[in-house]
């Protein structure tokens, strides 16, 4: 025993002194001379790949300095992070090719539009990114190696592959969490670096370098693109259409070494065999690869290529090939693993090494793959009909706008509306609907975001099963709609323009349908403004306006009538809304006087954050309030909201979660009982539950019995419970506060959770509900679907002179489900008249 303990000791200083004494011949083949003229990474950083992790400012440091030292390098800023941090992409290739690269790029798009075109001789195209998880860094290391190789290795080889190859070369893909991430380790390494698996080190703090700033998975945003990295990538993306794009991530410090392809049972049914059948053929590459330098790898047992909004996936529906790396991770500087102490230089050269394989494969495979480009494409125009699709809300023309926002990204043609037409009960508005035809290149595109799909080959997903995007943005929907409906192509996409009607000495009213609403009722109550709420319907001058319509009195104001509408004006053009001033308090229905329009107050909102909570749901929360409604939220770490004073604070959020600590737990419930609003999403519904916020009873579910199931499998019938995320159809009480702003008696809402919460034996206690065939898209076990039927997803109680609410579902689920965000703004604004 003590021999094997010594033993082990005497390996770990062996690796970690091989760390310590590293050079970059450790990653870089040795069957190339270097040119002398091109810098080395440690020349610019000043440091050895691998001995420190890289900050962003120094990877950026050494980018610049490659672009000036090399003729096969062009660097480009395409942009800023949220924390102002560039959006680097280099492209590299021959120098030749530099001096002709956009006849290149020209000729490599119309090779997709016209399969007439020669592609024999054409350069292929691949993009290569690097750790979209900011606490997954071997990807962005490795990137500073890789550069230096391609801008630096010198023959014949070198040279075959830059004349056959345009690289987009992504180096960090998020520069805010790597930074984040780097600070982390870099200030917990010790100059004798230590392995154990409890150091500090190993065990970064909330929310970790994983996420963005505002704390998003930026890996599930590449269908939805609602972040400026997300935008950067896109954009060179649809500019380049790349062959094959490769996505470096780390998993579990026990694994090896994961490269595609995934399960072939969880494949999108979208994505062409021959994708499949392509990247298989270039895990070839990556095998030899990898067992030249003797290092263990797996694929087809894990992930999966089914969600479209993933790095590895989107390319699969846009005629590329994407590949997922998953390298160990060594979470930090050197750790004990099951395989030995993982060092992070070795989880370095894994990701360099695949880096290189990946263009192995892509020139040897070039005109093939290049081929199957081209005919994806092909298909893809003859399988689009003379047909259209249309989606819009007649009340809502942002909401709309933002999701035509996100097919202009994608180059997507969209149209105006020729004229209003309806459609199976919905209305459709020009200027507040769209036609997408269906006959152009991106139709497969188009098909992938408006999927509804109920039946699947398997029944476990790495990530969601459903994001139909139609329900994501809550607008109504049609297919299959005659080419006839569309007029001009939108070639130039705008808001529409808010107005201001008629100077009044009365009031103004708006509708509370507009997405952009809550913003312009906060600017107003944020000037100290009156405003009040309708709660019932009513007609000024024969014009309609729904439950919600919110009230600014023109009389008792600090501003006088001349101020009031200038001010009122900047906030209708501002928020893309209609305000109008009325003649007179006389309605039909309730008036203007009545006790049923009730006073809102100006709202100071928090959130609790920190250990123990989903920093995913909080900084979805955060962006929200922050990014979309321009609304001040203070965040309230755990680790010492007990000891501040919560008075100030009229709404406190608190995200998916378990539990607080105990003197947390008395404080919020002594603040709702003295009249806060209390809000609680997913898990936090048992918790608040558990500890008597709220009284809830939840229906239980049991597994679904599947026989024959072998000791291998046994994994598969526990995991085919979980609803991983699908789309569920609940009716509306739209009286109810918590559906102001919404024209339809039915919502469709975002799942991934099993809480079940028994709907309540009054009617009007129940203003969200499942209906009795709730499943619009998405997997989901029968168990679970029969126990999910007229159960609540929404559920408001008074305690003492406050209200707890909760939410068993994500309202705002990675900031592209504008269709429920009104849900929680509902109840920030409107709680205490729940």
Known sequence: MKKAFLLLLIMVSISVTAQQKLDLSYY?????????????????????????????DKLVEYMKALAKASERVFIEDRGQTYEGRPLLLLTITSPKNHE?????????????????????????????????????????????????????????????LLENTIILFDP???????????????????????????????????????TNHYWFDMNRDWLPVQLPESAARIASFHKWLPNILTDHHEMGTNSSFFFQPGIPSRTNPLTPQMNQDLTKEIATYHAKAFDKIGSTYYSEESF?????????TFPDINGSIGILFEQGSSRGHAQESENGVLTFPFTIRNQFTATLSTLEAAKNMRVKILKYQQSFYEKSRHSGDNKAIVFGDEKDAVKTYHLAAVLKKHQIKI????????????????????????????????????????????????????????????????????????????????????????KSSVGYLFSWNEYETPKALNTI???????KVAMKQFKNNGESFDYGTIFIPAQNQKLNNS???????????????????????????????????????????????????????????????????????????????????????????????????????DKLKVWVRNGGVLIGYRNAVNWLSNKKFIDLKFNKTKIDTVENISFENKSLQSGAQVIGGAIFEAKTDRSHPVNF??????????????????????????????TDSPLLSGYVSKENLNVLKNTVPFKVNRLGSGKVIVFTDNTNFRAFWFGTNKLLMNAIFFGKLM
């Open 741 to 770: 702003g919404y024209k339809s008696d039915k919502i469709a809402l975002f799942r991934n959770t099993r809480q079940f919460i028994q709907a309540d034996k009054k009617s009007y206690n129940n203003p969200i509900q499942y």
């Open 28 to 56: 870089l083949p040795n069957d190339v001379s270097y040119a002398k003229n091109i810098p080395t990474p440690k020349s610019v950083i000043g440091h050895e790949v691998g001995e420190w992790h890289v900050t962003h």
């Open 525 to 531: 109550l944020e000037k100290g403004l009156r405003a």
């Open 304 to 312: 999966d290529d089914f969600y479209y909004g993933k790095g590895s």
């Open 172 to 210: 960090s893909l998020n520069p805010d969490g790597l930074q984040r991430f780097a600070y982390w380790v870099n200030t917990n390494k010790a100059d004798n670096i230590n392995p154990d698996p409890n150091d500090r080190e190993y065990h970064e703090v909330w929310p970790g370098g994983r």
């Open 563 to 665: 101020e009031l509408y200038e001010f009122l004006n900047k906030i209708a053009v501002k928020n893309h809304i209609n305000l109008k001033g009325v003649a007179t308090g006389l309605n039909e229905g309730i008036d203007l006087g009545s006790r049923n329009f009730r006073v809102i107050k100006p709202q100071k909102i928090a959130m609790l954050v920190g250990s123990g909570m989903t920093s995913y749901d909080a900084g979805e929360i955060w962006h929200l309030l922050d990014q979309r409604f321009e609304m001040k939220l203070t965040k309230l770490d755990v680790s010492y909201a007990s000891r501040i004073n919560l008075d100030k604070y009229t709404t406190i959020v608190v995200p998916n979660s378990y539990s607080v600590d105990k003197r947390l737990e």
């Open 100 to 160: 002709n690269l956009e006849q290149i790029r020209k000729q490599h798009i119309k090779a997709t539009d016209d399969a007439s075109v020669n592609v024999s001789s054409q350069p292929i195209v691949v993009y290569q990114g690097f750790s979209i998880h900011g606490n997954e860094p071997s990807g962005t290391n490795s990137a500073l190696a890789s550069a230096y190789y391609l801008a630096a290795a010198e023959g014949a080889k070198i040279d075959e």
């Open 415 to 502: 149209h105006e509306l020729k004229t209003d037409f309806t459609s199976k009960g919905k209305n459709f508005k020009k200027g507040y609907s769209y036609v997408v035809p269906m006959n152009q290149k991106n139709n497969r595109l188009v098909k992938a975001m408006f999927d509804v799909r109920t039946t699947f080959k398997d029944s476990l997903f790495y990530d969601v099963s459903a994001w139909t995007f139609n329900h994501a943005f809550g607008v109504d929907f049609a297919d299959n709609i005659s080419l006839s409906k569309a007029g001009e192509e939108i070639v130039d996409l705008k808001k529409k323009e808010g107005t201001i009607k008629n």
